[in-house]
């Protein structure tokens, strides 16, 4: 590969460590072309970006950034194919679902919501992590069942008063 090919694979694996929160480094050697093609359609659909990257570069670019990443370091051999993703657990769910069929690709390590995760029994951690949208659905759920208690006896509290009321007008 020529130097100016590495340093633009690097300016670009560098750019989607900055851009993206999270990601995910997993092996996907031994797919065939059409088991890679639709791991590639999947990801597509759920909003992550997958990229086979060369160990060595993909190193470099994230020792371009801010963040310590040492950790991710131990699990860059063999094949690597890393997923970019800004909702922490949708790569953790597209590996899971995705392996149940095809054996692959092979979790090995992610960064997400700022900790490092190695080895594959991590995977199922990662797959139960709510997303922020998942957290404030929640919330506002737990919010709104109280109003929704309020609203609901006030309701049928009313229907109350009026039956009685109702029934004391004919007793007159």
Do not use: W
Not at 80 to 107: C, D, Q, R, W, Y
Not at 113 to 124: A, F, K, P, T, V
Not at 149 to 155: E, S, Y
Request: hydrophobic content about 40%; glycine content about 6%; overall charge neutral.
């Amino acid at each position: 590969m020529k130097k100016e090919n590495k340093s633009t694979i690097l300016e670009s694996l560098a750019a989607n460590v900055s851009d993206f929160n999270h990601f995910y480094v997993t092996d996907t050697a031994g797919l065939d072309a059409g088991a890679t093609s639709d791991l590639r359609r999947l990801c597509f659909s759920k909003e992550v970006k997958m990229m086979v990257v060369k160990n060595t570069i993909f190193q470099k670019a994230l020792d371009q950034s801010e963040t310590d990443y040492a950790e991710i370091y131990s699990i860059l051999k063999g094949s690597s194919t890393v997923l970019f993703s800004n909702t922490g657990n949708v790569p953790a769910k597209l590996i899971k679902e995705f392996a149940k069929k095809h054996k692959k690709p092979v979790f090995k390590g992610a960064f997400v919501e700022e900790s490092m995760y190695i080895g594959e029994n991590q995977l199922d951690t990662l797959v139960s992590i709510k997303s922020k949208e998942e957290l404030i659905g929640d919330v506002i759920g737990l919010l709104q069942s109280p109003m929704k208690n309020v609203v609901l006896a006030l309701q049928s509290g009313g229907s109350t008063i009026h039956g009685i009321l109702e029934t004391l007008g004919e007793k007159e």
